[in-house]
């Protein structure tokens, strides 16, 4: 299972490259919970509310992902940031897809 979070922070770093982010943003569910920590903003409730946080502020660093923990529905990867520093991201999938996603820094 480890794949489909693998496949997922592929796709943000392709977002981080290109500037396009609908291929990420294709899977969170309609009801999806985006939180990160010590943002301001955070927690974004809906993929409404997603994709406006990712139009108004779009990352621009991308990750390397170190280990993979998968327990049925939830993957732990600990990540690096290529510009420096490490985290920890939670994703918890239903249905094919991301119904919350935590991002958490070191």
């Known amino acids: 299972m480890a794949e489909r979070v693998l496949e997922q922070c592929r796709r943000f770093n392709d977002g ?57 529905d939830v993957d732990i990867a600990r990540i690096a940031w290529d510009k420096g520093g490490a985290g920890t991201l939670t994703v918890r999938w239903a249905d094919g897809l991301i119904a919350d996603f935590r991002v958490a820094f070191d």
Request: aromatic share 8%.
């Open 16 to 72: 981080v490259r290109t500037g396009e982010w609908e291929a990420y943003l294709a899977a969170f569910a309609e009801t999806a919970t985006l939180d990160i920590v010590g943002d301001p903003g955070s927690p974004y409730v809906g993929l409404d509310a997603i994709i406006a946080a990712y139009s108004a502020d779009p990352p621009d660093d991308t990750i390397t992902v170190q280990t993979v923990e998968t327990s049925a």
